[in-house]
């Protein structure tokens, strides 16, 4: 089981800055791909942006330029450093988390894990 968990949210006026954590732990052999994704009222779940292990980057074109993304795999931890807010980045973000988890019998088990999600608020 691997398990994720935020920090960092919470409310900014236009223009600030967020800077948002979420470590992994459990039972994880590899992380190859982790990601931000974000869930505005009414709307569906989007992708913000994701880093690979080799540090392949992509980003949301609404981000671009004012979000970047960076990992620190000692610490298995992923970062979203937010600058530049506007109220429409408003929403619930998720961290994603993709790999290989250690299973029984030596296993290697492909796993995707959630975090509970972290509030951003932006006002204008």
């Known amino acids: 089981q691997v398990r994720l968990v935020e920090s960092g949210g919470g409310s900014v006026q236009a223009g600030g800055s967020l800077r948002l954590s979420c470590e992994a732990s459990?039972?994880?052999?590899?992380?190859?791909?982790m990601g931000w994704y974000r869930q505005a009222p009414g709307k569906q779940r989007e992708l913000v942006a994701t880093i690979t292990g080799e540090a392949s980057i992509n980003y949301a074109d609404s981000v671009k330029g004012r979000f970047t993304i960076s990992r620190d795999n000692a610490e298995r931890t992923v970062y979203l450093q937010m600058n530049s807010l506007k109220p429409e980045d408003t929403a619930i973000y998720y961290c994603?988390?993709?790999?290989?988890?250690?299973?029984?019998?030596?296993?290697?088990?492909?796993?995707?894990?959630w975090g509970q999600g972290t509030q951003v608020i932006v006002s204008s």
């Open positions: 994603n988390v993709a790999g290989l988890s250690n299973g029984s019998f030596g296993l290697r088990l492909p796993y995707t894990s």
């Open positions: 459990g039972s994880i052999f590899t992380i190859n791909v």
